[in-house]
């Protein structure tokens, strides 16, 4: 079997998404525009992958450093034919098929492509084209048919009759050529043309002038071939691409209570009889086990969940870790680097940063744990704080196994309490305590009698 090259066209500049950053860096779906068709394209195992860039050619290199692909760079804005032509170096002694497609066309799917790849080879085409059927075909170059049905040509909307913008057919931009074919054909394009581009399109012209197979392949959900050059697209491929992954989400197993309002990345992993809430969101490359619990409002970033763990309503997690069977929130906040262990409970109002919380162990109610230790079965009572920064450095606070904290407890880091260690409500601990102990503040309890009225007698003769 032919070896099979991929041409990545990325070089466009997307002056309709007014904005500074490239069209194919915008993010959808949890990553840029141009990883959707990238990974697609890469899921057909290719030989070569090369991306064209030209707009903004450096800031797209640099987002994306280690993705197997050689780049080359459009100088000049000439036309998507001429795009193609910038990655001849490339495929100089290249022998097989090639694949090219857009950037900015993220709902293509890999299924589609292997279709269009297969039919190509069958037929023994130079050139195979990939069509749709819109119910509005405004935008797009038609395609013109003789009357046996066979391709006749192609013709960009801005160069099109009357008569050929009533055609329902339109290229969908995604194109299969025998290398051999290839450049040879694109160095017959020419320019003539309103726009006095070179148009990508006009190699099906040469080919059928030289008498050469061209096969056309049809999609049948002409949204795959939908690319994106506004933000009004991009948020139309947004809620498409979200239908998609949770439609596949449900079909694997997974509740969502309300699926027109949870938002899932595709690097998120959810296991079965999981219940997904409204208003959630698992974003970057989130993994959650089987058999859990999200309430909603729930917003997850990169986190590793394990199985049957609860998260009460409207919590924020990000790049941490639970582990089986715990509960967090409601109102819950875990930042980078925590780690709960198993049916560990962190309560409403509790934020945990860098923390390694130990088995069993609970904070409930109001309370900041920062860099700190804790170990089993440790109970944190409602307004304890880590205080971990001196306004210069941070300092790790280290509690042991089986320790009481009493409410209203600032533990000064850096400090460690041993295992078994009690301390008594409303202290304030600066010093490492052994292991047993109790810790408490020595504070002298004074009551004034009738001090209110006074005060308030004070209070009226001062406003006289």
């Not at 959900?221 to 691409?241: C, I």
Request: one cysteine or more; aromatic letters at 6%; hydrophobic letters at 40%.
């Amino acid at each position: 079997m032919a070896e099979l090259g991929v041409i990545l066209l990325a070089a466009g500049q997307g002056t309709r998404m007014k904005s500074a950053l490239p069209k194919v860096l915008h993010p959808l779906g949890g990553k840029p525009l141009f990883l959707h068709a990238l990974g697609t394209a890469q899921s057909l195992c290719p030989a070569r992958v090369a991306v064209v860039v030209g707009h903004g050619a450096e800031a797209v290199r640099q987002a994306f450093p280690d993705h197997g692909v050689e780049w080359c760079v459009q100088t000049q804005q000439l036309g998507t034919a001429h795009a193609v032509l910038c990655a001849r170096s490339i495929f100089e002694n290249f022998s097989g098929d090639l694949l090219i497609l857009s950037g900015d066309v993220p709902l293509i799917r890999d299924a589609t492509l292997r279709a269009m790849i297969e039919q190509h080879r069958s037929k023994g085409a130079a050139l195979t084209l990939l069509t749709a059927c819109l119910e509005r075909p405004s935008g797009y170059g038609r395609i013109l048919r003789d009357r046996s049905g066979a391709l006749s040509g192609i013709v960009e909307e801005k160069d099109a009759s009357a008569a050929d913008r009533q055609i329902r057919e339109v290229n969908a931009g995604v194109y299969v050529a025998a290398a051999r074919f290839l450049f040879a054909a694109l160095g017959a394009v020419k320019n003539h043309n309103r726009q006095q581009e070179y148009y990508l399109p006009d190699i099906a012209a040469v080919g059928l002038a030289q008498g050469e197979r061209i096969e056309t392949a049809q999609v049948d959900d002409a949204r795959e071939m939908l690319g994106v050059n506004t933000r009004e697209e991009l948020a139309f491929m947004e809620k498409e691409l979200r239908e998609r992954i949770n439609r596949k989400w449900m079909l694997a197993g997974v509740t969502l209570k309300d699926p027109d309002t949870t938002y899932i990345d595709e690097g998120v992993t959810i296991g079965r009889d999981t219940v997904i809430g409204p208003n959630t969101q698992l974003r970057g490359k989130t993994v959650i086990g089987e058999r859990c619990q999200i309430d909603g409002s729930a917003f997850l970033t990169d986190m590793v969940i394990g199985d049957e763990v609860q998260l009460k309503f409207s919590v924020v997690l990000t790049a941490s870790r639970i582990d089986d069977g715990a509960i967090v929130g409601p109102f819950a906040q875990l930042r980078p680097g925590t780690h709960l262990g198993r049916n560990v409970h962190i309560g409403n109002f509790v934020e945990a940063k860098a923390a390694d919380i130990g088995e069993g162990t609970k904070a409930s109610h109001l309370t900041y744990l920062g860099d700190v230790t804790i170990g089993r079965d440790t109970n944190i009572g409602a307004g304890t704080i880590t205080c971990n920064y001196d306004g210069f450095r941070k300092y790790k606070t280290r509690i042991g196994d089986r320790v009481q904290v009493g409410s209203d407890t600032t533990l000064v880091a850096p400090v460690a309490l041993g295992d078994d260690v009690y301390v008594a409500t409303a202290s304030t601990v600066r010093h490492d305590v052994p292991a047993g102990a109790l810790v408490f503040n020595t504070r002298e309890e004074k009551i004034r009698e009738g001090w209110t009225e006074r005060k308030r007698e004070q209070m009226k003769g001062s406003n006289k």
